[in-house]
Nanobody
Framework: QVQLVESGGGLVQPGGSLRLSCAGSGRNFKIYGVGWYRQAPGKQRELVAA???????NYADSVKGRFTISRDNAKNTVYLQMNSLKLEDTAVYYCNGPSVLYKDWGQGTQVTVAS
């Protein structure tokens, strides 16, 4: 089983950028697909981006063209580059399995977009 830890959140102005990191442990990290999720206050958690072990990616319509998911297997890390951030991107962001969950949700990393 892979262990994942999120980091990189913060406060950013509308139109700004942030890069989130999802650090994995275990020798076989490269065989795992990873998804980035977010949960805004009062809303359900949603999958915003996912990457397979082979590097194929998928995005929610709300972030397509603004967010980019990538992975560096040498560093056991999956990234979420977020550009052109909007107020509605404010949420707690989590990484986990893209379909079958690898772990409990934990605290995630807070992203706040505010002017």
């Amino acid at each position: 089983q892979v262990q994942l830890v999120e980091s990189g959140g913060g406060l950013v102005q509308p139109g700004g950028s942030l890069r989130l990191s999802c650090a994995g442990s275990g020798r076989n990290f490269k065989i795992y697909g990873v998804g980035w999720y977010r949960q805004a206050p009062g809303k359900q958690r949603e999958l915003v981006a996912a990457i397979t072990s082979g590097g194929s990616t998928n995005y929610a319509d709300s972030v397509k063209g603004r967010f980019t998911i990538s992975r560096d297997n040498a560093k056991n890390t999956v990234y979420l580059q977020m550009n052109s951030l909007k107020l509605e991107d404010t949420a707690v962001y989590y990484c986990n399995g893209p379909s079958v969950l690898y772990k409990d949700w934990g605290q995630g990393t807070q992203v706040t977009v505010a002017s």
